[in-house]
């Protein structure tokens, strides 16, 4: 019998989801209506922070959030390759220097300790990634923030739910936000959101998205140099409704992986995902390391039985614009390559049954 593929990501939609797209419909308002600022009061309150405002991308978040902070092109940010091309590429748009420091071996988050180091007259700002749905060090990386005056944009893309100590991640520093593609943990189809306790970036934020529109609307006035990048009514009503069972959701997300980490402890040259004491994990993506040089054979096993993986993350530094922009070369950080090379992420989404976990984990085991 041929195995029933199964894919690394899907996203959880019910009956309360479609109807909630189906309202926005037949409303008649396909854009800038109720369903908007309705998502948008809902996050804010989930997290507990002042301002959310709703975008059409969580690339198009970060790029306003890089914006809103006030960055500007010859500036230097401090930030992580081991991250999705999005948090680095918000930078280039604004022809700021992304400058890489060397992650934590444990978390593949930025290594706090080696930040000072790479601190020059042009850098403005930290750029956190929390990867993978574990929050980074926050506590160092603000105390370095506010002792040499630089602006903390976090990426929490992945980590909506994910707790440092008492705060969610993504609510910490001057502004950050989250990203709502299929594969995450809640979803929009396309989407994002900006959050932060500063009226300032919120409001500058809002006008971004909407062609450079500060307050009154009835007139066309543009400010700013805006784009658009708006949410839009069937985005927002789905993303009001996947926010109302997002605890359900991190629930389940949380099962699978202890389930996945049962199945695999004690196994040679298998490292399982690590969560620091002071943070909670919201598992975008359950990633293990193979240390025996086997990961793209394993890879092809599980291929061959119809189970998607994939290797997370390739590091940014290398990538080929990327080389060619900044002459970045092979051995700059040598911790984010080491683990860039081993890293692979199994299928985790919401109907994930037991016996398929067990079914992936066994292909593992058997050839490792
Ligand atoms: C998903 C993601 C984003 C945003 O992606 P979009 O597809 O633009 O919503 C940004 N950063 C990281 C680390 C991500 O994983």
Known sequence: MKDKFIPLAKPYIDKED??????????????????????????????????????????????????AVGLKKGDEVITTSFSFIASSNCLLYEGIKPVFVDIDERTFNIDSKKIERAITKKTRAILVVHIFGQPADMESIMKIAKKHNLKVIEDACESIGAKYKESFSGTIGDV???????????????????????KKIYEDCCAYRNQGRKKNLSELKHDVLGYNYRMDEMSAALGFSQINKFNKILKKRKEIARIYNLELENIPYIILPVVLEKRTHSFFVYVIRITNGKRDFIQKKLTEKGIQSKKYLPEIHLQPFMKKIFKYKKGLLPITERVSSQTLALPLFYDLCEKNIKKITGIIKENI
Do not use: W
């Open 18 to 67: 479609i109807d909630a797209v189906s309202s926005a419909m037949k409303s008649g308002q396909l854009s800038c209506g109720p369903f908007l600022s309705k998502f948008e009061l809902r996050f804010s309150s989930y997290l507990g922070i002042k301002y959310a405002c709703a975008v059409s991308s969580g690339t198009a978040g970060l790029h306003m959030a890089v914006k």
């Open 176 to 198: 950050g936000v989250f990203g709502f593609y299929p594969n995450k943990q809640i979803t929009t189809g396309e989407g994002g959101m900006i959050v932060t306790n500063s």
